[in-house]
């Protein structure tokens, strides 16, 4: 079916801010602090055209044969890059959390191991919540949407943390890290709604079709205006020693580390110079006690 004149809108839309936020995220140098994001960026901007123009030819009057061929390579192009921003999505969550617990080492590496427990029991419920009635190609979706959805959970509880603790990491909202977590939350709110409604979705022109695409749009001015706008300065974080995050911070650096290990070793004959030298004290006793009666 043609895509109508707004979804096509919103489509070019899309394209030339995914452009523009690569090149401005790539110009300024975040990619150094941020490799997983500006992966992510190249590969939505590398394949948002590439998948409008397929679209685009599929919606032509060309035989039934080329329509079929053009439809299997929007699928599978699709779900290709649908898979690839799940896998890049994970680092990314891992990157925010490095970015936001940058104060806070100990923290943040105990933070990445119970994430990347709770992501790995995630994707397990996930995947054997998916119902493999669908066999073949359909199967392909069934996967992907199950695995977008377990990211989407943890994104949100990402951003959730974020603003729980936004006091205690010393952490301000124009903060390029909380802004990335803030997109992805809008982004993650489609992605549900993509998944709940997906298989009522009857053609690109579905007005949650429409919703999906205008939430992408408000992540990407979110991105935007984060990008554009000068971050502020971290300033070191003090902390008396007897707060509270301090003590976590060091019982989570303590946390795996056996420390140097020191042999404390006792002179085999400890025990016996000690018993020696009691036995003498008595002695030399009892001698007073002798000489104390014969005089």
């Known amino acids: 079916m043609p ?4 979804m096509s809108a919103m489509n070019a839309s899309e394209f030339l801010l995914w ?3 690569a090149y401005l995220f790539w110009s300024k140098g975040l990619h150094h602090r941020f490799r997983a994001m500006s992966y992510y960026l190249a590969v ?3 394949s948002t055209p590439l998948l409008v123009l397929v679209l685009h030819e599929e919606s032509q009057p060309w035989g039934q044969a080329r329509r079929i061929i053009l439809g299997k390579i929007y699928y599978f192009g699709f779900f290709a890059t649908y898979l690839a921003t799940v896998v890049l999505l994970f680092f990314i969550c891992i990157e925010v959390f490095r970015s936001a617990l940058e104060a806070f080492p100990g923290i943040t590496k105990l933070a ?5 427990w709770a992501a790995f029991v995630s994707v397990i419920v996930s995947l054997t919540s998916i119902s493999y009635a669908h066999k073949g190609i359909h199967l392909i979706a069934d996967i ?7 990211v989407s959970v943890l994104e949100l509880c990402l951003l959730a943390f974020l603003c729980l603790c936004m006091n205690a990491l010393r952490l301000t909202v124009r903060d390029l890290s909380f802004g990335i977590a803030l997109g992805f939350g809008v982004l993650s709110s489609g992605d549900f709604i993509l998944a709940s409604w997906i298989s009522r979705v009857v053609s690109h022109n579905d007005p949650v079709q429409f919703v999906y695409e205008s939430l992408i749009l408000a ?3 979110i991105w935007m205006i984060y990008c554009i706008l000068p971050e502020p300065v971290r ?3 003090l902390v008396p020693a007897s707060s509270t995050i301090y003590r976590w911070n060091e019982i989570a650096s303590a946390l795996g580390h056996t420390g140097t290990r020191v042999a404390v070793q006792q002179p085999a004959n400890g025990f016996f110079l000690s018993d020696v030298e009691h036995v003498v004290e008595k002695v030399l006793a009892r001698n007073m006690k002798g ?3 014969e005089t």
């Open 3 to 6: 895509l109508n004149f707004a």
């Open 144 to 150: 992907s949407y199950g695995l977008m959805h377990s």
């Open 235 to 237: 300033k070191p974080i």
């Open 291 to 293: 000489r104390e009666s």
């Open 112 to 116: 990445i191991v119970i994430f990347r």
């Open 44 to 46: 939505r901007a590398i």
């Open 219 to 221: 992540t990407l001015a």
């Open 19 to 21: 452009a523009a936020l």
